[in-house]
């Protein structure tokens, strides 16, 4: 059974910086384990949409508002995977969620609870 537990979430006034962590608990392996991982978010009313990407091979990708302010990283030892989040902006508001590509290891995906970012002044 794996877990994925998000935090670093929060109050941050625009132009602030926060890192939120998504940490892979109850598995037995490393987060190679998964396809990839990635960070979603969903502001109210809104779908639910891709912010970054990390593959099991290290690339990279975001969608195009936060590139150049957010950077998604990995601790592998820690089964940990962060979202360094820069230069925020009142449009970055949503709950942020942590999604694990399990399909090849362990036949499905996981997402976590979900943190909350508020941009506000």
């Known amino acids: 059974q794996v877990q994925l537990v998000e935090s670093g979430g929060g109050l941050v006034q625009p132009g602030g910086s926060l890192r939120l962590s998504c940490l892979a608990s109850?598995?037995?392996?490393?987060?190679?384990?998964?396809?990839?991982m990635a960070w979603y978010r969903q502001a109210p009313g809104k779908q639910r949409e891709l912010v970054a990407a990390?593959?099991?091979?290290?690339?990279?990708n975001y969608t195009d508002p936060v590139k150049g302010r957010f950077t998604i990283s990995r601790d592998i030892a820690k089964n940990t995977v962060y979202l360094q989040m820069n230069s925020l902006k009142p449009e970055d508001t949503a709950v942020y969620f942590c999604?694990?590509?399990?399909?090849?290891?362990?036949?499905?995906?996981?997402w976590g609870q979900g943190t909350q970012v508020t941009v506000s002044s």
């Open positions: 990390v593959t099991r091979g290290g690339t990279t």
């Open positions: 109850g598995s037995d392996g490393t987060i190679f384990s998964f396809n990839g």
């Open positions: 999604n694990a590509d399990g399909s090849s290891h362990y036949g499905k995906a996981y």
